[in-house]
């Protein structure tokens, strides 16, 4: 009989496969990590913008070991049960109906749309176990299914207990003030710095490109997974479908709760559970994207942003990894804050926000197709990986473009190596000269300049394994950034902002 497998083998982070050989995290290896490798140090404490968010309650309270105590709420075992918990999730999931409390606590506030309309509450039965949104979309008869059937008795819930608005708004300035803020995303800040280079006049005859740009994808034709003939096309529609999901870049200016900090803090702790669950790096730049598309859509009370993040990733996981961990495994990285049912019917109501629509166009699709200008050097797209994913904590970025900040990744560590020049090589795959990178390069070195506030991101690249990118890009930084017209480096982001 051959020697039995041992419990547990050492897995290989597959985020920098290009350094590295990888091994893939099976389900049977997610289900055997314990719960003191998935503990995760805790982070400062989330401070609320309402007062009523803070009240104390009656009984002991348990600190919670992650993300601090962004949803630490105090549960009180009262002679009559346990209160329950308003949110994302609901618990009305017996037959007998959905039971309506007199009184909500306000920490545990419920996850409520933006548009209200109120409406008398009908008790007909129990609903699918998670908040339906108020804003009804049209369907027709053929994609009506029971994935998106949301519960009308919840919906109304949700209408009853509502918090105070940051802007109040009527329904129709509501409905107003979203088109004005797509129309300028999209035609003030994408379109002066994100549309892609034009092609010249002349083009040579046997390659059909400008003159002086090289032919990267004939030496391809012979692989057939790297689609040499179609890979033109399909970055095309990658341009067209990356401005139909971006974000809302002033989001949290309706949510009552939460500040552009919260949300840093958030995003950081993501990336030490991505790592520490060994996931490609696409999924979290799609996780990043759910959890702003989501939170441009619905206001959030603070208890419940940990719950929205933890899902984002859960449901990111399943899209892109082969086999993505257990949900068990999410519980446990949140300190068993929450309950499985929960995770699950947050993971219907965002989706069905969502529209069911996942459809993210990645950067690390974009910087891949720009570093193959760049022969696929190893240094250059490490370097690379660290800037592109600065993205993802600081909010100044959300107005880009993913295609122009992995460029702007691309060109600023090139500089930092000194690989020569942006040539034309260069922008006809990347998609933008060095006039139009110019903005997100300087927000770039104006992150790094700064004081060191998301210790999980650097730690994450100033290992060996990714070269000490962050290491070296800060050292950088901080001797270059008066060539940016950067002043005052000695504030942070956050008091910038």
């Known amino acids: 009989m051959p020697p039995g497998r041992p419990a547990r083998t050492r897995l290989v982070s597959n985020e920098n496969d290009e350094n590295s050989s990888s091994t893939r995290l099976t389900r049977a290896k997610a289900a055997a990590l314990s719960v003191d490798e998935l503990a995760v140090p805790s982070k400062g404490a989330l401070q609320s913008k309402s007062s009523a968010a803070n009240v104390s309650n009656a009984g002991v309270q348990r600190k919670r070991a992650a993300l601090g105590d962004v949803s630490n709420v105090a549960k009180t075992d009262a002679a009559e049960g346990k209160k329950n918990k308003g949110g994302l999730v609901s618990k009305a999931a017996q037959p007998t109906g959905v039971q309506k409390n007199s009184t909500r606590p306000t920490s545990r506030a419920a996850l409520i749309t933006k548009e209200t309309k109120k409406t008398t509450v009908k008790r007909t039965g129990s609903g699918s176990g998670a908040i339906g949104a108020t804003q009804k979309r049209q369907t027709s008869s053929t994609t009506t299914s029971a994935a998106t059937s949301i519960s009308k008795e919840e919906e109304e819930l949700v209408e009853d207990s509502e918090p105070a608005r940051k802007k109040p708004q009527t329904a129709d300035a509501q409905r107003r003030l979203r088109a004005e803020a797509v129309t300028e995303k999209v035609t003030k800040q994408a379109s002066p710095v994100a549309e892609p280079v034009e092609e010249p006049a002349e083009l040579d005859p046997e390659t059909g490109l400008p003159i002086g740009v090289k032919d990267l994808d004939s030496e391809d034709h012979d692989d057939p997974f790297m689609v040499a003939e179609y890979a033109v096309e399909i970055f095309e529609y990658l341009r067209e479908l990356e401005v139909k999901t971006i974000p809302n870049a002033e989001y949290m200016s309706y949510q009552d709760e939460l500040e552009w900090k919260m949300r840093g803090i958030l995003v950081d702790w993501l990336v030490e559970v991505h790592t520490r669950f060994h996931l490609l790096p696409e999924t979290l730049y799609l996780a990043v994207n759910i959890i702003d598309r989501f939170l441009s859509e619905k206001v959030v009370p603070l208890a419940r942003l940990q719950l929205v993040g933890i899902t984002a990733m859960f449901i990111a996981s399943k899209y892109e990894e082969v086999l993505s961990p257990h949900v068990e495994n999410f519980k446990r990285i949140a300190d068993d804050e929450y309950k499985e049912s ?135 930084a901080k001797k270059n950034a008066h060539c940016f017209g950067i002043e005052d480096v000695e504030l942070t982001i956050d008091q910038i902002s």
């Open 342 to 476: 929960e995770i699950l019917s947050a993971e219907r109501f965002i989706l069905s926000t969502l529209d069911y629509d996942l459809s993210y166009p990645n950067p690390m699709n974009f910087l891949r197709r720009v570093s193959k200008a760049d022969n696929y050097d190893d240094q250059t797209r490490t370097i690379g990986k660290y800037l592109m994913e600065i993205s993802l904590l600081d909010h100044r970025f959300l107005s880009y473009r993913p295609s122009q900040v992995a460029a702007a990744a691309m060109y600023l560590a090139r500089l930092m190596l000194h690989r020569g020049e942006w040539d034309a090589t260069f922008a006809h795959y990347a998609g933008y000269t060095e006039d139009e990178l110019e903005p997100v390069v300087a927000l770039m070195v104006d992150y790094l300049a700064r004081p060191l506030i998301h210790e999980a991101f650097f730690k994450k690249y100033a290992c060996k394994k990714f070269l000490k990118a962050s290491i070296l890009a800060r050292q950088w």
